[in-house]
């Protein structure tokens, strides 16, 4: 089992930066990835940016450029750095930890993005 705690979010003007953290626990070993996904009302979850145990990074292509994500594998800690937000980026956002043959998600934070 491995738990999820996601903290940062809120509302910030377009144009502006915020940060999301997320932080696991349990079966940590286990994981071989971690990253961010979002849902947008009305819309399917999608990739936002996932990092691999070994630093690899992927991002999705509306937020390449603009966000970076990182990994303390120490705190067992991923962040993810949203800068020159859009509206379009308002969605709630949740963390995902990818193991062998399991895949955990947190609750989901909530990032609105006003213009």
């Known amino acids: 089992q491995v738990r999820l705690v996601e903290s940062g979010g809120g509302l910030v003007q377009a144009g502006g930066s915020l940060g999301l953290s997320c932080t696991a626990s349990g079966n940590t070993d286990k994981i071989n990835a971690m990253g961010w996904y979002r849902q947008a009302a009305g819309k399917q979850r999608e990739l936002v940016a996932v990092?691999?145990?070994?630093?690899?990074?992927i991002y999705g292509t509306p937020v390449e450029g603009r966000f970076t994500i990182s990994r303390d594998n120490a705190k067992n800690t991923v962040y993810l750095q949203m800068n020159s937000l859009k509206p379009e980026d308002t969605a709630v956002y949740y963390c995902?930890?990818?193991?062998?043959?399991?895949?955990?998600w947190g609750q989901g934070t909530q990032v609105t993005v006003s213009s």
């Open positions: 995902n930890a990818l193991g062998p043959l399991w895949n955990y």
């Open positions: 990092i691999t145990s070994g630093g690899k990074t």
